[in-house]
């Protein structure tokens, strides 16, 4: 069953998903691509409830779903090659967007919506070792036939390892974020704002690309430049560690996202303290930066007997 179209759905049931987009995004600070990914989410389940009851699916019949719908759903999904993971995610898209016409419209839809969703297990991170961190890099430095090239992969690995930026955060860089000072303001997921300590080694690694880099660098151009001039694209990056990677026998996990992961497991190893660690990375919740960091129940006590008053 292929994915249908905006066309596929009833005018007042298109209105009411455009209407709930527009309140995700302005309400609740949900980005372009998750915006994007509701919207195939939706247009998916809408698409689905269309042929398994034979007419498009409107606001007036949505009223009506029950577990069933739910769970025929859930199984054309599976049918279609989705996996667990994907399918939680699918389903949750829903079922905001079915709370969210219920308060509107009045209905009682506590059937449908309590339907559960598949079960799966989180993959842990795994970051990579100091020494396996190190000859990555040293790796790329070596790795590009054009100098400031792999300067410029070495400095945006840098800020991943050094600073705990997400790749997407250390690309939207621009020239009016250099010089660093000794600490950047980032604008992380659902907008918020952090305020990252900035290394020197990270700080001479950016030096070190601009001074090759041929295009001239202003304040509303991008710091980190294609090679053509435009914004950098993740997938170069990405592309500079697969080779790396490769080369010094690294597992596939060994991604820029893991340089990132590394960033924390290591400064909790140095010492550092998981909310001092959830603030820099910019994460909502404090078992977030848990999982993200590897740290077991046990630890997770210590800290909080620790930090507590009472404790």
């Known amino acids: ?171 939207a860089l621009d020239g009016a974020d250099w010089p660093f000072r000794e600490a950047l303001t980032i604008t992380g997921k659902g907008g918020r704002q952090r305020q990252v300590p900035v290394l020197a080694v990270a700080r001479d690694a950016v030096a070190t690309y601009l001074a090759q880099c041929p295009w001239r660098l202003a304040v509303d151009q991008p710091l980190f430049r294609g090679v053509r001039g435009g914004r950098l694209d993740a997938g170069a990056v990405a592309a500079a560690l697969r080779r790396a990677r490769a080369a010094l026998g690294l597992p596939q996990t060994a991604t820029p996202h893991a340089l990132r992961h590394s960033f924390a497991t290591h400064l909790l190893a140095a010492g550092g303290d998981l909310r001092t660690i959830q603030e820099l990375l910019g994460h909502a919740s404090l078992s977030t930066t848990q999982v993200y960091t590897g740290v077991d129940d046990a630890h997770l006590m210590a800290v909080y007997r620790a930090a507590h008053p009472r404790g």
């Open 1 to 171: 069953m292929t994915a249908p179209g905006p066309l596929a759905l009833a005018p007042a049931t298109a209105d009411a998903l455009a209407r709930w987009l527009e309140v995700e995004a302005a309400t609740r600070d949900r980005s372009a691509h998750t915006i994007t990914a509701y919207r195939a989410d939706l247009l998916a389940f809408l698409g689905f409830l269309g042929g398994h009851h034979g007419r498009p699916a409107t606001p007036a019949s949505l009223a009506g779903l029950r577990q069933t719908d739910m769970r025929a759903f859930a199984a054309a999904e599976r049918a279609r090659g989705f996996g667990a993971r994907s399918l939680a995610r699918r389903q949750s898209a829903v079922r905001s967007f079915l709370r969210w016409l219920s308060d509107r419209e009045g209905y009682d839809l506590s059937a449908a919506l309590s339907a559960r969703s598949p079960k799966y297990a989180r993959s842990l991170p795994r970051p990579l070792s100091p020494d396996q961190a190190r000859d990555a890099l040293d790796m790329v430095a070596s790795g590009h036939d054009t100098p400031w090239v792999a300067a410029r992969d070495v400095a945006v690995m840098t800020l991943l390892w050094g600073c705990g930026l997400r790749i997407s955060e250390a690309l």
